[in-house]
């Protein structure tokens, strides 16, 4: 975890406040203790067995759709800059490798040349520290740019996973407001079986109704107080339902304002420290071969 990914969590009105986040702070390898012991995994496990729900959301918030679309593209985007900068580094790191050759060779054809010693070997060592320098600048690119844009990436991930705990919400909204439905249907039958023969054309409905017809008294009796106690306890379970999602609104909109407006500082820091590494890496190279030149014209 980089230093400006836990700052960002120390300063999070509510993050600051977690029990693993402090013990990772303060044990080190012993938070993973503290985080098991807290069955976070557990309840991920549980919101992943609704993983269908996105395809069954009759009334899905339009702002969450276009928050996927988002997520899906910002991860796209950020993947594309790492490669990109990546190969970059990638070639000048063999670049910087080939001048601690280069200095090599230089340093070994001082020993052949006596009257170019001294010049040579000023070259070499130059080259030789420019591998150096180089290779730490690169270091300092790996540890400052990429592992900070590198969590935007991983940040489209906890997109989807808002995503996703909101449409579970309204999923589960929505099955309690279907069996409501259902129920009031099921009691209507068993109140006037004879008034829904019209409207029985599936045979699932056609048979529900065969078999409404050959229950007893007593049997309906049954299944009638059976669906009125179903009915209630769906009915008293969409309220609380309701709450939670609005309740999940509200907290996802504070929390997604926080991360927009963190997130452009953020970036524009990381570009920041990409340039002023690049301009390094010029200044480097500059510096070294002027010193080379200078060097040249040592007598």
Same mark, same amino acid.
């Given at each position: 975890?980089?230093?400006?990914?836990?700052?960002? $969590?120390?300063?999070?009105?509510?993050?600051?406040?977690?029990?693993?986040? &402090?013990?990772?702070?303060?044990?080190?390898?012993?938070?993973?203790?503290?985080?098991?012991?807290?069955?976070?995994?557990?309840?991920?496990?549980?919101?992943?067995?609704? $993983?269908?729900?996105?395809?069954? +959301?009759?009334?899905?918030?339009?702002?969450?759709?276009?928050?996927?679309?988002?997520?899906?593209?910002?991860?796209?985007?950020?993947?594309?800059?790492?490669?990109?900068?990546?190969?970059?580094?990638?070639?000048?790191?063999?670049?910087?490798?080939?001048?601690?050759?280069?200095?090599?060779?230089?340093?070994?054809?001082?020993?052949?040349?006596?009257?170019?010693?001294?010049?040579? =070997?000023?070259?070499?060592?130059?080259?030789?520290?420019?591998?150096?320098?180089?290779?730490?600048?690169?270091?300092?690119?790996?540890? &400052?740019?990429?592992?900070?844009?590198?969590?935007?990436?991983?940040?489209?991930?906890?997109?989807?996973? +808002?995503?996703?705990?909101?449409?579970?919400?309204?999923? &589960?909204?929505?099955?309690?407001?279907?069996?409501?439905?259902?129920?009031?249907?099921?009691?209507?039958?068993?109140?006037?079986?004879?008034?829904?023969?019209?409207?029985?054309?599936?045979?699932?409905?056609?048979?529900?109704?065969?078999?409404?017809?050959?229950?007893?008294? !007593? =049997?309906?009796?049954?299944?009638?107080?059976?669906?009125?106690?179903?009915?209630?306890?769906?009915?008293?379970?969409?309220?609380?339902? &309701?709450?939670?999602?609005?309740?999940?609104?509200?907290?996802?909109? =504070?929390?997604?304002?926080?991360?927009?407006?963190?997130?452009? !500082?953020?970036?524009? !820091?990381?570009?920041?420290?990409?340039?002023?590494?690049?301009?390094?890496?010029?200044? =480097?190279?500059?510096?070294?071969?002027?010193?080379?030149? !200078?060097?040249?014209?040592?007598?």
């Amino acid at each position: 975890v980089s230093t400006q990914s836990t700052g960002r $969590i120390a300063v999070h009105p509510v993050l600051h406040k977690d029990n693993v986040f &402090k013990a990772f702070l303060m044990k080190g390898e012993d938070w993973r203790t503290v985080a098991d012991s807290t069955e976070f995994r557990t309840k991920n496990e549980g919101v992943l067995k609704g $993983i269908q729900a996105s395809y069954q +959301l009759k009334n899905c918030d339009s702002r969450f759709s276009e928050l996927k679309t988002y997520a899906d593209e910002l991860e796209t985007r950020v993947n594309a800059i790492l490669r990109v900068t990546g190969m970059v580094a990638q070639k000048e790191r063999a670049c910087y490798n080939s001048y601690k050759d280069f200095a090599k060779t230089f340093s070994e054809w001082s020993v052949l040349e006596k009257g170019l010693k001294i010049p040579l =070997q000023k070259i070499g060592h130059n080259l030789d520290n420019l591998e150096g320098a180089g290779n730490v600048l690169l270091l300092e690119e790996q540890l &400052k740019f990429y592992e900070n844009l590198k969590e935007y990436s991983n940040y489209a991930l906890s997109l989807r996973d +808002l995503i996703r705990k909101y449409e579970i919400l309204q999923y &589960k909204v929505e099955s309690l407001e279907a069996t409501i439905e259902a129920k009031k249907g099921g009691i209507f039958m068993m109140g006037k079986p004879e008034a829904v023969e019209d409207v029985a054309t599936s045979e699932d409905n056609k048979k529900n109704i065969t078999n409404l017809f050959k229950m007893t008294p !007593a =049997q309906r009796d049954a299944r009638r107080s059976k669906l009125h106690q179903e009915l209630s306890e769906a009915e008293e379970a969409l309220d609380p339902a &309701k709450q939670n999602l609005e309740q999940f609104l509200e907290e996802a909109d =504070q929390e997604l304002k926080l991360w927009k407006k963190d997130k452009i !500082a953020s970036l524009k !820091a990381t570009f920041r420290i990409y340039a002023k590494l690049q301009l390094q890496h010029a200044q =480097q190279g500059l510096q070294c071969w002027q010193a080379v030149s !200078a060097a040249s014209a040592t007598k």
